[in-house]
């Protein structure tokens, strides 16, 4: 069971752009990972717009953000081209990594979940925030974690 200090677990996957995004190249940077159901969906569609509008206070405190679901690199890219998402959506279309990041179902087992991991410079895991209905809370929690990061 993943848990509040260990080592994310590592990985490779391709983005919507068609380019491979690696979390150890992150390493130095706080890492944002939120996995999301799907795309196009009314709440994920807020919370990636929500990501999307405080994306400026993300980069100021050297922040990367990354959105990853199940669905596939053109699902993706269409999705981020629609709600002009600058940063990348990876594509776990094997859910593989939802399954090392052991994402839970939501829903009595027939949607997968959300969950958003704040990593700190070092890649352990700072943060864990669970909620399928709170998809905007995901930003603001992260928010505040960030800025605890930042003063350490």
Do not use: W
Request: aromatic share 10%; net charge positive.
């Amino acid at each position: 069971m993943l848990q509040l200090g260990n080592q994310a677990p590592d990985f490779s996957l391709l983005t919507d752009k068609g380019d491979m995004f690696h979390l150890a190249a992150q390493r130095g940077k706080p890492v944002v990972l939120y996995f999301y159901p799907k795309d196009d969906t009314p709440g994920c569609t807020a919370e990636a717009c929500a990501f999307r509008d405080q994306y400026a206070y993300f980069l100021d405190l050297g922040a990367v953000v990354v959105g990853i679901s199940s669905d596939s690199e053109a699902s993706h890219r269409k999705f981020s081209q629609k709600h002009r998402l600058p940063f990348p959506l990876l594509a776990d279309t094997g859910g593989q990594l939802r399954k090392q990041y052991e994402v839970p179902r939501a829903l009595l087992g027939l949607l997968p979940g959300r969950v958003t991991f704040v990593l700190d410079k070092e890649g352990k895991i700072a943060y864990i925030f669970n909620s399928l209905s709170g998809a905007t809370d995901h930003v603001s929690k992260t928010k505040e974690v960030l800025r605890g990061l930042a003063a350490q």
